[in-house]
């Protein structure tokens, strides 16, 4: 009888042992939840991307105003992080400023200043992808000004009676430049 008095008191004592230690390993852990439960440091890189695409699935109106917002912004109190922003936003809205003022200023920020390599190499990459819209523009601008001047020199031909063979050759050399402004926006819209 005193052995089972023994056996029952140790098996109840045990059982308080494992119970109180189950205490105190959670109570360390709520103490200390740092240690187990380490916070995730976000990156300009996945704030870049986020900003990207809640603009990409905005509605127009809605771009254009955040673009407006940017750019008031960048003007008033002028930042890196804005600068950043408008550089994504100005591939899906016009409204978010001047590549070529965008450009300088990406220019202006030292690479290392960029953080990981991540967001370096989508900086890169926006970069070029804006200097190329932007050499598209001044092209598209240089044949649409060759256009209006053909279709004036057309118009001021057709009123005075010129030669039916000039006005045949100009409208040519007008077909000749809208094709080549055809190809342009079907290699812009290819990319």
């Known amino acids: 009888m005193l052995s089972s ?3 029952l008191i140790s098996l109840a004592s045990s059982l308080l042992l494992i119970a109180g ?16 439960n380490a916070p995730s440091v976000r990156s300009d890189f996945e704030d870049l991307l986020d900003f ?9 109106s809605a771009r254009t105003e955040t673009c407006r917002s940017l750019v008031k912004h960048q003007k008033d ?9 408008l550089m994504i936003g ?4 016009d409204a978010c400023g001047d590549i070529p003022k965008i450009l300088d200023e990406l220019a202006g920020i030292p690479p290392d ?8 190499r989508l900086v ?13 523009t001044k092209k598209l601008g240089s044949l649409e000004r060759k256009q209006k001047t ?4 057309l118009d001021s031909k057709d009123t005075n009676g010129s030669k039916k063979k000039e006005s045949q050759l100009l409208r040519e050399k007008l077909e000749a430049i809208r094709s080549m402004e055809k190809q342009l926006d079907e290699t812009s819209d290819g990319k």
Do not use: W, Y
């Open 124 to 136: 890169l990459i926006h970069t070029e992808a804006l200097k190329r819209i932007n050499s598209t």
């Open 90 to 93: 100005r591939l899906l809205s």
């Open 21 to 36: 230690c189950a205490e105190v390993n959670s109570g360390v852990r709520d103490r200390f939840p740092a240690a187990f």
């Open 5 to 7: 008095s023994i056996r």
């Open 113 to 120: 200043s960029l953080g990981d390599d991540r967001t370096q």
């Open 52 to 60: 990207g695409a809640n603009m990409a699935n905005m509605p127009t």
């Open 77 to 85: 109190l002028p930042d890196r992080g804005i600068v950043l922003q």
């Open 150 to 153: 053909v279709q004036t020199v």
